[in-house]
């Protein structure tokens, strides 16, 4: 059975960084990729960022230059490490995973990020 754990969310000042870790139970080559999502309180949930199996990284605009996606293949671990946090990245953020074939997604049960002062 596939599982996805978040850890490292919690409360940040404004401008403060935090890093958020996801652990597969799985080998991580299973994914065609994998991605963090957050959904704040009475919004859709987002994609934040996403990388792919070749390496490839895709960001959302409003997190361009802030946020950086990585992952650790022998740890089956994606990373997401925030700066510059704002407020407005007040959310409970997500881990995903994706395969094509057959087209699944799993999706871990979210961790709370809170920015403010």
């Known amino acids: 059975q596939v599982q996805l754990a978040e850890s490292g969310g919690g409360l940040v000042q404004p401008g403060g960084s935090l890093g958020l870790s996801c652990e597969a139970s799985v080998n991580i080559f299973a994914f065609n990729s994998m991605a963090w999502y957050r959904q704040a309180p009475g919004k859709q949930r987002e994609l934040v960022a996403v990388?792919?199996?070749?390496?490839?990284?895709h960001y959302a605009d409003s997190v361009k230059g802030r946020f950086t996606i990585s992952r650790d293949n022998a740890k089956n671990a994606v990373y997401l490490q925030m700066n510059s946090l704002k407020p407005e990245d007040t959310a409970v953020y997500y881990c995903?995973?994706?395969?094509?074939?057959?087209?699944?997604?799993?999706w871990g049960r979210g961790t709370q990020v809170t920015v403010s002062s």
């Open positions: 990388i792919r199996s070749g390496g490839s990284r």
């Open positions: 995903n995973g994706r395969q094509l074939f057959p087209a699944l997604d799993y």
